[in-house]
């Protein structure tokens, strides 16, 4: 079956509807039912607890709050690199933007415009740069880090689509990455600019950074946008900047001849956050 038929029923499924009620289900707090279920994920997705701060299952009182769950200490340690992998997950695609064009998958490109919600300038600064694209699938840490240190400047909400984000529907689904729910972070760094995207999917609850809270719910129809230039929203490298509450995906933007990537990356090769993803260019 190609992977356009594969990915037809997502155009007709109630996406924003089961995504809601996800959300409220996953926010719940059903005392043995929710251990239940968490239970199972854990064997269906074989989700190691041995690495959480609190691997006590039935200690978690939502599924959400397991979801979420803080890794113990030193499970992740920093690489010494300038730029570490910000996730844990798989390496999507990675490497260079074509002019203003974002490769997806075989036969797929969207623009840095369309992925920032329609801001030319903003995505004028990574003409010719460099992009990372990481899956986070849902036996996966679901803590999003920095992978540098960088001073917050903008956050934009972009509303969109909820389609699933899994490897078959970003080769299935044209522009996936910029028809989809995000949220879209804007930073200065000592290595210049760089956009980290945070993007929605089908059953994604919400997305959160830690500066601001839950972005979403609510969900707007319109591009919402946070300025926070006169604000001392610094963080350094590794540092937690948001999280997903269900699994999805982070797509990265730096401007030319600023990173030049870990070498022994490849398309649907495992990371873990800390690792290196490359050094200056």
Known sequence: MSDRLAVLPQYFLPKQALTVIAGKLASRQAGSLTTSVIRWFVGRYKVNMAEAANPDIASYKSFNEFFTRPLKAGARPLAD?????????????????????????????????????????????????????????PRDYHRIHMPCAGKLTRMIYVPGELFSVNPTTARGVPGLFARNERVVCVFESAFGPFVLTLVGATIVGSMATVWHGLVNPPRSREVREWRYEDAAVNLEKGQEMGRFLLGSTVVMLFPKNSLAFNTIWAPAAPVRMGEVMGGKH
């Open 81 to 137: 690199a300038d730029f570490v992998c910000p996730v844990d997950g798989a390496i999507s695609q990675f490497g260079a933007i074509e002019q203003d064009q974002i490769f997806q998958a075989k036969g797929h490109s969207y623009s840095t415009t369309a992925l920032v919600g329609g801001d030319s300038e903003l995505a004028k600064q990574f003409d010719n740069g460099s992009f990372a694209t990481l899956y986070l699938s």
